[in-house]
């Protein structure tokens, strides 16, 4: 999150760091993953579906948050995921 630069070439290295960014917010809000209600997902391919859900599956664990997942044209700076 310091240097803005994409971390990682796959989907699923991408999603990863996006959620640890996440995670530090949060944390650096007094708050964890347990307290997110909803996310939103935006994929530059939606074949990448399953491989970002895995990895979200991963860091939130059993907790579900709400979640839209958007397949779009094209995201900021070549990412293939944004999650917010």
């Known amino acids: 999150p310091e240097?803005?630069?994409?971390?990682?070439g796959?989907?699923?290295?991408?999603a990863k760091q996006?959620?640890?960014n996440l995670g530090g917010?949060?944390?650096?809000a007094g708050s964890s993953p347990e307290h997110v209600v909803k996310t939103t997902i935006l994929l530059q391919d939606m074949e990448d579906f399953a491989a970002c859900n895995e990895v979200y599956a991963e860091f939130f664990g059993s907790h579900r948050p709400a979640?839209?997942?958007?397949?779009?044209r094209?995201?900021?700076?070549?990412?293939l995921v944004e999650i917010e």
């Open 18 to 20: 996006a959620l640890n």
């Open 10 to 14: 796959t989907i699923k290295e991408q």
């Open 25 to 28: 917010i949060l944390e650096a």
């Open 74 to 79: 094209a995201l900021p700076k070549g990412a």
């Open 67 to 72: 979640r839209a997942c958007y397949a779009v």
């Open 3 to 8: 240097t803005g630069a994409i971390v990682g």
